[in-house]
């Protein structure tokens, strides 16, 4: 039998990831529920939420969050679901990615499948007992959601579209539990699905970006363009949410298919024979490290031009829009002597710093990773210090951050350039985004620091950066204390050219960051080497 | 002058007991067996020698050198290979042994090509493809292969197959021959017992046993078969006689190696027509510890 002793494996799988999928829960409920009240507090009037409405109808905003709708009337609901569904959506897909990978393909590679494969289990248990696993707590999830904006009872925010606005929320994370599950059949590593799937989700917030500033079709092509047809608080289209489950249905049944033919531990992208000797590049521990992340290297630096190049794409119909809207350039516009547009290049500029700072993290979190299989041993009992092992993967890191950083700001600025009939300058833009280096290098000390100090937290730094994405993306939105957003390094960043430079918050920063930097170094010296 | 010193060192992880004490040295030249049942401490030491975790209290050093202070200094002459070898899934066989040597600056590639060929290792394989064997084959060429004075094996033939465990005892056998030391920790007895010069044994953490083969035989039994013309019953009550049996006329016992002499004189007494008697094994002097340890529990 193919799914013997499921239901056991479904409480093992339970009592295994109970810990994470209660933070998970906890997070997300309470951060929806807590941005809910926040957004209803805010405007008073009509007559506010209408000029808010103005506002978020640019291209700019289309672009990264996705289209307005419901602007006649914006309702606190409309407004919330605006600003707030497709990034929670996003997290609900990140969730669904790392956990459905650490229950399949991981747990292969550890070789822990084969000891249950042994076992009288079914051959396609396993995969299953994930799938349900992952599904149910996305369904919970997204009911508590639901619930918890009725249970709220602000207006606006009525009985149907909440639970619409959770089920929208489950559904992506469906669409991403079957895309991973499949893609772990495919890569033969958890590292390679991991990537694979992020892979996907990026190519899916892009295509609706651009689809939903340009073309309808490319949006529905995208899952992420898909759920937001939902208008949750607006129409109520109950279609999306439909449509997304056949797709998830449909791609857990090849992952099933393709579960049940190939061999265990292997995937179905073939290794070829390779090299003989060590190429010389590969010889030193930085040719190691490097060549050991190439891929994620070079994917994310190709990632960050895209991301900047299709905001910027639409800096040609921004420009327009605000030319064409005398009311709202009016009460916002010129009289500080910016453009719009260069207000909103600021909030571009946050958001891709701290997209920039992802792959920066992620290549140093690396090392941990290694400790934990065993492997930084072969380097530390091979003459390389400790010093120089965590030197190594910082150094790689804060050369990342700063390519990924110019890359995007290059794409943004090559793109726009493209479309606008008065260009920003590179130089200017260059200067506004390089600013907020120090911002990132604060959140690679934490990453370093929790590795050095409690290896076992060095997740926590994701946690930071989530942080920081959200105070600084709702600090613009919402009436947020300042103590709040001032624990995210990037709110203290000047916003150039909005702001003047300032130099004093960045040498602050850098001196954190040296001193965290300096600790760490001592505290990785003295803790044992073990996964 | 001693390449390996440990002097006193314990291990606690939290509240977790895992070495007691311990103490040994490894002198030039030699090779010293590290034997112990299932998580008696072996690799903890041996990881507390290579400077990736600390020892909590006591000392060791490696060529006189505090083994976590000057860790670095320490590896450039130290080959190390792992009971359990985790490699990088993505790299050939190939590279990661390059790699390998080259960081600690020693790439000889005569040496490495021939003992790719000695240990019949395909090198162009991904590491994420190989069999347990072939990634300990990895680690084993990396080390021979480099120019270290001591060579710390954790288990290293746990994964090898009887032709590979030979090539790898004539390696290990060449290297002493130049002079080096090699620290083996291994559950395989007849290879212990044909390479290494001293052994110590190791249980719950202490140190119980150290000394040349010879050394600890004494504080063994020696199996005798003999057949006399007399009845040899009475060997029952002599002390340091054990387990004694009479199988078609054969009498088979172990005595205390300490009592053999006396043993021998009252066997004499009684007509000797045939006698065989065998060296204590490294596995009965292994199997006593296991015992007392039983008794221990039981009583
Ligand atoms: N990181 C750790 N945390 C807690 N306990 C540990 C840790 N590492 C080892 N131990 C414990 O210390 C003891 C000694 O373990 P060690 O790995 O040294 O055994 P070993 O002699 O090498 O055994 P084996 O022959 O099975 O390899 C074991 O009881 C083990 O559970
Ligand atoms: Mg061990």
């Known amino acids: ?531 | 002058m001693n390449r390996i010193e440990i002097n006193k060192v314990s291990k606690k992880f939290g509240s977790f007991q895992a070495l007691n004490n311990v103490e040994f040295e490894v002198r030039e030249g030699e090779v010293y067996g590290f034997i112990g049942p299932n998580g008696a401490g072996k690799s903890t030491t041996i990881r507390i020698l290579l400077g990736i975790i600390q020892a909590t209290s006591g000392h060791a050093t490696i060529f006189g050198k505090d083994v976590w202070k000057d860790a670095v200094e320490i590896h450039r002459k130290v080959a190390y290979v792992p009971g359990d070898v985790h490699l990088w899934e993505n790299l050939t066989g190939g590279e990661v042994i390059d790699t390998f040597l080259s960081l600690k600056g020693q790439l000889n590639k005569t040496k490495r090509d021939h003992l790719i060929d000695l240990f019949q290792l395909d090198p162009k394989k991904k590491a994420g493809t190989y069999s347990k064997g072939n990634r300990q084959k990895i680690a084993l060429i990396s080390a021979f292969a480099s120019e270290s004075e001591l060579f710390i094996l954790d288990e290293p033939t746990s994964g090898l197959d009887p032709l590979m465990e030979k090539v790898f005892q004539q390696c290990v056998e060449e290297v002493k021959k130049q002079g080096k030391s090699v620290l083996l920790s291994s559950h395989i007895l007849s290879e212990v017992e044909k390479l290494c010069d001293r052994i110590g044994i190791i249980r719950k953490g202490e140190m119980i046993e150290s000394g040349t083969l010879d050394d600890l035989r004494h504080l063994t039994r020696t199996n005798i078969r003999v057949e006399t013309e007399k009845s040899a019953s009475i060997l029952g009550d002599v002390p340091g006689v054990h387990h004694l049996f009479l199988d078609k006329g054969v009498y088979s016992f172990q005595v205390d190696t300490e009592r053999l002499s006396e043993v021998m004189k009252e066997l004499s007494q009684l007509g000797i027509k045939s006698i065989e008697s065998n060296p204590p094994t490294l596995e009965d002097l292994f199997m006593r510890h296991y015992h007392s340890e039983d008794q221990l529990n039981k009583g």
Request: glycine fraction near 8%; proline fraction near 3%; charge should be neutral.
């Open chain 1, 1 to 531: 039998m193919l799914y013997d002793k499921v239901i056991q494996l479904l409480f093992f799988t339970c009592r295994q990831n109970r810990k994470a999928s209660l933070i998970w829960t906890i997070s997300l409920v309470g951060v929806t529920v807590l941005t809910a009240s926040a957004f209803t507090g805010l405007y008073q009037s009509d007559q506010e939420r209408q000029s808010m409405a103005q506002t978020m109808e640019n291209p700019a905003m289309t672009a990264m969050v996705g289209p307005g709708y419901g602007l006649d009337n914006y309702t606190n609901g409309a407004m919330m679901a605006h600003q707030m569904l497709l990034f929670t959506a996003i997290v609900f897909a990140v969730m669904s990615i790392l956990l459905v990978t650490k229950m399949t393909r991981a747990e292969e590679e550890e070789g822990k499948l084969e000891l249950l494969r042994s076992l009288p289990v079914g051959r396609l248990s396993s995969l299953s007992a994930t799938v349900i696993f992952v599904t149910i707590l996305n369904i919970v999830i997204g009911l508590l959601i639901g619930i918890g904006l009725i249970a709220m009872n602000l207006v606006g925010m009525g009985m149907t579209g909440s639970i619409l606005y959770g089920l929208t929320l489950t559904v992506t994370g469906l669409w991403f539990t079957s895309i991973t599950a499949l893609i772990s059949q495919l890569s033969e590593t958890s590292r390679g699905v991991v990537g694979l799937s992020f892979l996907v989700l990026i190519v899916a917030y892009l295509l609706r970006a651009i689809g939903d500033v340009s073309s309808e079709v490319l949006s529905l092509m995208s899952p992420l363009g898909l759920v937001l047809r939902t208008e949750v608080y607006v129409q109520n289209y109950w279609w999306p949410i439909f449509v997304t489950i056949l797709m998830s249905l449909v791609f857990t049944l090849i992952a099933f298919y393709l579960n049940n033919k190939r061999d265990l531990g292997a995937g179905l992208l073939l290794s070829k024979p390779g090299k003989r000797e060590g190429s010389r590049w590969l010889l030193s521990p930085l040719g190691l490290i490097l060549r050991l992340q190439r891929t994620t290297i070079i994917s994310w630096i190709i990632v960050m031009f895209f991301l900047g190049a299709s905001y910027g794409s639409v800096f040609g119909d921004l420009e327009a829009f605000f030319e064409n809207n005398e009311v709202l350039m009016q009460m916002l516009g010129d009289n500080r002597g910016y453009s719009m547009t260069e207000q909103f290049t600021t909030m571009l500029m946050v958001v891709l710093a701290i997209m920039a700072t992802i792959p920066a993290v992620l290549v140093f979190l690396r090392v941990r990773g290694e400790e934990k299989k065993g492997r930084t041993e072969h380097l530390l009992t091979r003459g390389i210090s400790r010093f120089s092992l965590i030197a190594h993967y910082l150094i790689i890191a804060i050369l990342l951050g700063i390519v990924s950083l110019f890359l995007a700001n290059f794409g943004l600025w090559f793109a726009s350039s493209q479309v606008m009939e008065e260009p920003i300058t590179f130089v200017n833009l260059l200067k506004a985004g390089l600013s907020y280096l120090p911002a990132m290098l604060l959140v690679l000390m934490i990453a370093v620091l929790l590795f050095a100090w409690k290896p076992k937290s060095t997740p926590l730094v994701w946690l930071y950066l989530v942080y920081s994405f959200f105070t600084v993306y709702l600090g613009g939105l919402i009436d947020m204390p300042t103590w709040l957003a001032d624990l995210s390094s990037f709110s203290h960043i000047p916003q150039l050219p909005v702001d003047d430079f300032n130099w004093t918050p960045i040498l602050i920063l850098l001196f954190i960051s040296t001193v965290g930097l300096v600790f760490s170094f001592i505290s990785y010296r003295r803790r044992d080497a073990l996964g």
